[in-house]
């Protein structure tokens, strides 16, 4: 057996690492390790049931990790979330594919156990994928959690009916066992809520006095196995007396350190677990079930879509979070996988059965990053495609005068309507992403689906009666092609255009903008104001600062001196920067007029004598030995320019 569990440790260190790789679940990776181990292709595990007494512990320790996490006051906070949304999401899916189970003519115990098993989802998955993707805390995120915790809670009864309803010949008289089970599950709450209400505490304190790490170790292990092997004695599930073991320390002040604590073994035993179940797979049933695996994976996620995002929408919630949910959560979990292995104990499920459900799992689990990363986009798609919302009222046309356009609604667009909206002035906002115009409209806002680029959309929006249009998008080249179309419907509406920074500035105006405003050279201003302000300078002087930046085009905001950190930056190669070059003796342009000086796309900002004075650019201004000069440009020609002027053999700069 030594010479297995090594075995199965080297190639799911292996199997780890490469799935990591692929940005692939670990969960993935050790039922591939049990799927090439097992049976079904090397069949090198000789110790296979003394592995999978192994691997029952496992299951042990992360339903007890479970019940740590059932805060009951997280659970009074979360009520209408978790018993409604996920109560709901939980029996609407479980019927569904109960009904559909018994159209492939399964007994309606095997049509409860594959229903349980294909209703979970991956909580571990699901937390981890959100978590990376900062949307843990997001409406999505929450709404996930709370059905994934009623999932969870889901999880007991069927690991107390799926043994019941496994014992053959129950027919007609299956109703007095379930009974008799439910009466010792209640018993046992009572009994193992009882020590750790008054037992447990006291228990923990007199071991946490010891101040000894392995002694307090020891004590949470054997918590948690003795509540298993209380629930077994009643003739239950170990992971049941597990899960309440956790659930009793739930509220205890030493939850955190009896988590810590208990995670090495978990995420162990866990593997071992996960390697066993992928031992169930087999290779011949999978190839000859292709084309119904492929079906089973699609019709599962289509089934899982379908109820959560109707389940979301009989809770209220709007038709974007729900759809985004649904997604999210469409995978199979990996209680799932539990419920398969108690099955197959209890050969409630034949061979056949538990490998598709298994792969079923894997493959749908392996989906699930990528359909959480792109679910916004998906849900974009669909409600392109079916919301009628997206299109235009016939209202529209002749609807506003002397108004204001304006193109895209992001934060910028946003802000500005309200301030419109505040003085009572009429606008129009045009934004070309539908899930955002679906969520604005169901908000109570005017916005209207369309891009503004186009030469029809900008009609119906009245541009040729607008009194002024905003461009609020950060996009230079959709920005230029946008005033090509208005100034060739009107001349004269006024164009305000918002962009990040000063790149471009001066196409913008060429191609007709009647302002540009760029985000970091106006804050920078906005803090210089702020600066001279409270430095006592007088606010109508400040203002007028501000003014003269404006109309010189922001000359004294534009450039700046780039550093090492500049140089892993792409865009700062096409944004101007100002770069200082000291004239050396041998200069060739020493005693050179500096107005004489050209160089492609760099010109001299400033010069400064060796004594740090400036001097004033005028014709009769010559360079001089260690004159510093300032240059200002896009980085690459500044630095085509220094070489220029310190170069000892003068050729033509051109």
């Known amino acids: ?88 999401q939980v029996i609407v899916s479980f019927f569904l594919f109960y009904f559909i189970s018994q159209f492939f003519a399964m007994t309606w115990q095997q049509s409860f156990t594959i229903a349980g098993i294909l209703t979970m989802s991956s909580t571990a998955i699901i937390v981890k994928v959100l978590s990376d993707q900062q949307q843990l805390h997001s409406k999505r995120g929450k709404l996930a959690i709370a059905i994934l ?47 750790g209400r008054w037992i447990l505490p006291r228990f923990f304190d007199e071991m946490g006095k010891v101040r000894f790490d392995e002694i307090f170790i020891l004590s949470n292990l054997f918590v948690t196995l003795f509540a298993a092997w209380f629930t077994q004695f009643l003739g239950l599930s170990m992971a049941l007396g597990a ?26 035993l866990m593997a071992i677990f996960f390697i066993s179940i992928g031992t169930l797979l087999s290779f011949d049933i999978l190839r000859d079930n292709l084309v119904l695996l492929l079906l089973m994976v699609v019709g599962m996620m289509l089934a899982k879509i379908l109820t959560i995002t109707l389940a979301a929408l009989i809770m209220k919630e709007k ?62 798609e669909v409600l392109h495609h079916y919301e009628k919302v997206f299109h235009f009222q016939k209202t529209l046309p002749g609807q506003f005068s002397d108004h204001t356009i304006i193109c895209g609604y992001g934060r910028v667009g946003q802000i500005v309507s309200r301030f419109l909206r505040a003085e009572s002035l009429p606008f129009i906002v045009l934004d070309r992403d539908p899930m955002r115009v679906k969520e604005a409209r169901e908000g109570g806002e005017q916005v209207e689906f369309g891009d503004a680029s186009r030469r029809e959309i900008l009609l119906i929006a009245g541009i040729e009666k607008a009194k002024l249009l905003i461009i609020t998008f950060n996009d230079l080249q959709r920005a230029l092609a946008l005033l090509g179309q208005i100034r060739a419907i009107n001349p004269n509406v006024k164009v305000l255009v918002r962009t990040k920074n000063d790149q471009g500035l001066d196409a913008l105006y060429e191609a007709g903008a009647t302002e540009v405003v760029p985000e970091v050279l106006e804050g920078s201003l906005m803090l210089v104001a702020h600066v001279l302000f409270l430095s006592g300078v007088p606010r109508k002087k400040i203002m007028q600062r501000l003014d003269c930046e404006r109309r010189t085009k922001y000359q004294h905001l534009h450039g700046f001196y780039y550093g090492k950190e500049s140089q892993n ?64 440009g896009n980085k690459s020609e500044l630095l085509k320019a220094e070489k220029v002027l310190q170069r000892k053999n003068y050729q033509s700069p051109i």
């Open 149 to 195: 915790l009623f999932q969870d809670l889901a999880v007991v009864p069927f690991l107390i009916i799926i043994p019941i309803i496994a014992v053959p010949n129950l027919e007609g008289g299956f109703v007095m066992p379930l009974l008799l089970a439910f009466v010792k599950g209640a018993f046992s709450v009572a009994v193992l809520l009882a020590i």
């Open 1 to 88: 057996m030594l010479s297995d569990l090594l075995l199965l440790l080297c190639f799911a260190i292996i199997s780890v690492i490469v799935f990591r790789q692929l940005r692939l679940s670990n969960i993935v990776a050790y039922l591939f390790t049990g799927f090439v181990l097992g049976p079904s292709l090397l069949n090198f595990l000789d110790s296979y049931h003394e592995i999978e007494l192994i691997a029952e512990f496992g299951i042990v320790f992360l339903m007890f990790s479970l019940g740590l996490e059932f805060s009951l006051n997280k659970l009074i906070e979360m009520r209408r979330s978790v018993f409604g949304l996920g109560a709901l």
């Open 569 to 632: 930056e792409k865009n700062t190669w096409n944004i101007e920067q100002i770069h200082a070059v000291v004239l050396p003796e041998t200069s060739e342009f020493i005693d050179s007029f500096v107005l004489q000086f050209h160089f492609s796309g760099v010109s001299i900002k400033s010069l400064h004598r060796k004594s740090g004075d400036e001097v004033s650019l005028s014709e009769k201004t010559r360079f001089k030995a260690r004159d510093v000069v300032l240059l200002q």
């Open 319 to 380: 038709l974007t979070t729900a759809l985004g949910v649904g997604i999210a959560l469409a995978q199979m979990g990996e209680f799932g996988f539990i419920l398969v292995a108690l099955a197959s104990k209890y050969q409630l499920l034949d061979d056949e059965v538990s490998s598709l459900l298994i792969a079923t799992g894997v493959i749908s689990m392996s989906l699930t990053p990528v359909l959480v990363k792109y679910s916004q986009k998906i849900t974009r």
């Open 243 to 268: 899960f309440l073991a956790g659930m009793m320390l739930a509220e205890s002040h030493y939850r955190h350190q009896l988590s810590a604590d208990i995670r090495p073994f978990k995420d162990i």
